[in-house]
């Protein structure tokens, strides 16, 4: 059974930094594609960032390119998120998502449960 | 403002048909496949629909999805009080080098 569990969230300040991380069982991890969604309180589902099986390609929103680094570690089967110069418009449930297959362009075909993130003073 | 258009809301008694619209443009509908996912209350997004008109295995062929153009289009028959959700479509945009979602549908059984 394909299962996807996050963890690190919390409640940071602006600027702060926090590392989100997707444990992976189940499944091959190496062979599929991984991504980050967020849904901020209340509103729709924003992508935020995907990377390749490999790990070699990796994507982000315009949103977040510059501050978050999506990372994976094969040999653990985790997906690791580190948001940098966090804002109060990065508040939201941060879902990891696989991909069907290798590449970040594929669809999600199993959530995670998501882990909340606030970022207030 | 999501880059796909979905109405924010749709409603249908029960064993109605209710559809509900999303619309792009040629750098991601147009020219990549679409999948949808249904959010109930309180949970995660689960897939529903994927590459345009197919069906995850435990999905019922009650939930069908099509695609023309820069358009596609989710179908619910013999609509049931558990379908009662949140609704998105989705698909990867080349100009964005990205995924971009539709804003969501809720779907009320009345």
């Known amino acids: 059974e394909v299962q996807l569990v996050e963890s690190g969230g919390g409640l940071v300040q602006p600027g702060e930094s926090l590392t989100l991380s997707c444990a992976a069982t189940?499944?091959?991890?190496?062979?599929?594609?991984m991504t980050w969604v967020r849904q901020a309180p209340g509103k729709g589902l924003e992508w935020v960032s995907g990377?390749?099986?490999?790990?070699?390609?990796?994507f982000y929103a315009d949103s977040v390119k510059g501050r978050f680094t999506i990372s994976r570690d094969n040999s653990k089967t985790t997906l690791y998120l580190q948001m940098n110069s966090l804002r109060a418009e990065d508040t939201a449930v941060y879902y990891c998502?696989?991909?069907?297959?290798?590449?970040?362009?594929?669809?999600?075909?199993?959530w995670g449960q998501g882990t909340l993130v606030t970022v207030s003073s | 403002q999501s880059v796909l258009t979905q109405p924010p809301s749709a409603s249908g008694t029960p064993g109605q048909r209710v559809a509900i619209s999303c619309s792009g443009s040629?750098?991601?509908?147009?020219?990549?496949?679409i999948s949808w996912y249904q959010q109930l209350p309180g949970t995660a997004p689960k897939l529903l629909i994927y590459?345009?008109?197919h069906r995850p295995s435990g999905v019922p062929d009650r939930f069908s999805g099509s695609k023309s153009g820069t358009s596609a289009s989710l179908a619910i028959s013999g609509l049931q009080s558990e379908d009662e959700a949140d609704y998105y479509c989705?698909?990867?945009?080349?100009?964005?080098?990205?995924?971009?979602f539709g804003g969501g549908t809720k779907l009320t059984v009345l």
């Open positions: 590459s345009n008109d």
């Open positions: 998502t696989r991909s069907r297959y290798s590449n970040a362009w594929d669809y999600f075909d199993y």
């Open positions: 990377i390749s099986a490999g790990g070699g390609s990796t």
């Open positions: 040629s750098s991601d509908i147009g020219g990549k496949t």
């Open positions: 189940g499944f091959t991890f190496s062979s599929n594609a």
């Open positions: 989705a698909a990867w945009d080349d100009s964005l080098n990205g995924w971009v």
